[in-house]
């Protein structure tokens, strides 16, 4: 049945363990997680203020016993009981009694903090980065304008969390591209494009072997175009999804901007008018103009 999950006893997307405390990703959507935290016993932990007013964060006590310090008295919540934090000013610290098991529900995204996986992801970004200086502000620029264009067609918090990280692993798979090609100053043979034209593909396996994985087929299809010419799989029109078009356009048009060893950069100007040129043939027309307005109002043209 399309939209309904059945999770097993102790299992988890995602599971990550430390010496005084674990925490197991159950499930997330629109923008929640929920998640299985464990504190050993004698241990504090801190719930500190979100970056924006919107962040819930609850928590329902399933085992053990769980104190704070309210001016001078210890106030204590057990086993039933629960507590949350909404529109928080300042860090709460509270403290395990004994072991404790909680539900922690948060209606923004919190486990990509702690994530395993993600840190592994990242640190395959910051190598590419390390290799290719084009690289080091591109993941950026092209994640920000991402969310402004998701911003302007109203995507839902969900659809918006997977464009995101899209955004900034989009181009993960180069890890596995040789140095001597990524790095390559002149103009690549058809032998050698055949090594870039593999990254999508190689970014969609890395990003499947964690929790992001549903982001694998945004990052599998941002090179490809409307009308077939693109790759890995010369996919046409609405067989490509509408957040790999969205990452098409914004990560063509940084790259039409950027100097490269081989040629200078185009304006802003120059590269927007070439992405109108080929919209509706290999860019989605609304996104170019809603990539447009976006520009604009940055000052960019």
Do not use: W
């Amino acid at each position: 049945m399309t939209g309904f999950y059945l999770g097993q006893y102790n299992s988890s997307l995602e599971r990550v363990s430390k010496k005084t405390a674990e925490l197991s990703l159950l499930a997330k959507g629109d923008g929640a997680e929920i998640m299985l935290q464990k504190i050993m016993a004698g241990n504090h932990f801190v719930i500190s203020p979100g970056e924006n007013d919107e962040l819930m964060e609850f928590f329902y006590i399933l085992d053990g016993k769980v104190s704070y310090k309210q001016q001078d008295t210890n106030i204590y919540i057990e086993k039933g009981d629960y507590f949350y934090a909404h529109k928080l000013k300042e860090d709460i610290c509270l403290k395990a009694e004994n072991e404790v098991t909680m539900l922690y529900v948060s209606t923004q995204s919190m486990f990509h903090l702690l994530s395993n996986e993600i840190n592994e992801l990242n640190k395959i970004s910051s190598m590419i980065e390390k290799k290719d200086a084009y690289t080091q502000q591109h993941n950026y620029r092209a994640h920000n304008s991402c969310i402004k264009i998701a911003d302007k067609i109203k995507f839902s918090k969900e659809k918006l969390e997977k464009l995101v990280y899209s955004a900034l692993y989009h181009d993960i798979g180069k890890i596995n591209v040789p140095d001597e090609i990524l790095l390559k100053p002149g103009a690549l043979t058809d032998e050698e494009f055949e090594y870039i034209k593999k990254h999508p593909t190689d970014g969609r396996k890395l990003v499947e072997k964690t929790y992001l994985r549903d982001i694998g087929k945004i990052i599998e299809q941002h090179h490809e175009r409307l009308d077939g010419s693109g790759y890995p799989y010369g996919l046409k029109g609405d067989e490509i999804c509408l957040e790999a078009r969205i990452v098409a356009v914004v990560d063509s048009f940084d790259a039409m901007i950027s100097d490269r060893p081989y040629r200078k950069g185009m304006s802003p100007k120059s590269a927007i008018e070439e992405l109108k040129k080929y919209a509706g043939i290999h860019y989605d027309s609304k996104i170019v103009n809603v990539f447009e307005e976006v520009i604009k109002e940055e000052g960019i043209l």
